[in-house]
């Protein structure tokens, strides 16, 4: 059997279910996206398609609230499967390189492969599908939906911004709505224009049932300094 499949099948077994919206449908999602973004804009395919189903495996959630740097958990999977040292080299260098870390991160040094799959990981934190993972990962977080009086922050560094226990609204402030503005394929700016669309339209609905729409010019303005 074909390698990638094996580790298809393992992944789907593995993350079946998980609260921070890194199940095998988010994986599987990804790698969707980010194959068919490397359609137009190029890059090795086995390298997105192996690189695509493991990158969030060195998140901070997968290992015990550490950001796993060296790869080593991505090399400890890959060395399971027959894929060639070519691919396997390549797919933990870029693995370490596409997680966000907070707004003042930039990463200049990305490969092609790699910047198809930050941006096709982006892409699925925004837009409906981004919303709805949204609220999930505040509820598993029991945080509420919306706290008027708090609002959103510019965070200093990753640190904080990864201990921030605010109201899920923040989060379409502190990073949704600035993802759209850090995808690096022009195929990819093309998606994140009509899913940031769809964040906006959403937001707009959500302040006015909340009779919050002043409140809403708060938040516009301190998005406004963030992005
Ligand atoms: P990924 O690793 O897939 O890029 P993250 O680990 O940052 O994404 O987050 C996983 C999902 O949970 C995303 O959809 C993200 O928007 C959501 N999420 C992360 N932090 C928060 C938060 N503080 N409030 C609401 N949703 C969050
Ligand atoms: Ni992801």
């Known amino acids: ?59 901070h959630k997968f290992n015990g609230g550490k950001l796993n740097k060296n790869g080593s958990k991505a090399i400890e999977i890959l060395n399971d499967f027959t894929f060639s040292e070519a691919v396997k080299s390549q797919v933990i260098q870029l693995v370490d390189q596409i997680s966000f870390k907070g707004k003042n991160h930039q990463d200049h040094t990305l490969t092609l492969e790699a910047k198809i799959i930050q941006d096709a990981d982006r892409l699925d934190a925004i837009g409906a599908i981004g919303l709805a993972r949204a609220f999930a990962y505040g509820g598993f977080k029991n945080r509420p939906i919306f706290e008027p009086a708090v609002l959103p922050k510019n965070h200093s ?71």
């Open 157 to 227: 560094n990753f640190e904080e911004y990864a201990s921030d226990k605010s109201h899920t609204i923040n989060h379409f402030y502190e990073k949704l709505l600035l993802l759209k503005d850090k995808i690096n394929t022009e195929t990819g700016k093309k998606i994140a224009e009509k899913r940031h669309a769809h964040l906006l339209t959403f937001l707009d609905a959500f302040f006015e049932e909340w009779n919050s729409t002043s409140n809403q010019t708060n938040y516009l303005k301190v998005w406004n300094t963030l992005h």
């Open 1 to 59: 059997m074909d390698p990638i499949d094996l580790l298809e099948k393992h992944l789907e077994t593995q993350f079946p279910t998980d609260p921070t919206g890194h199940d095998w449908a988010h994986i599987s999602r990804v790698k969707n996206l980010a194959l068919s973004i490397a359609q137009v804009e190029g890059g090795n395919t086995e390298v997105i398609h192996v690189g695509a189903l493991l990158h969030d495996i060195s998140d």
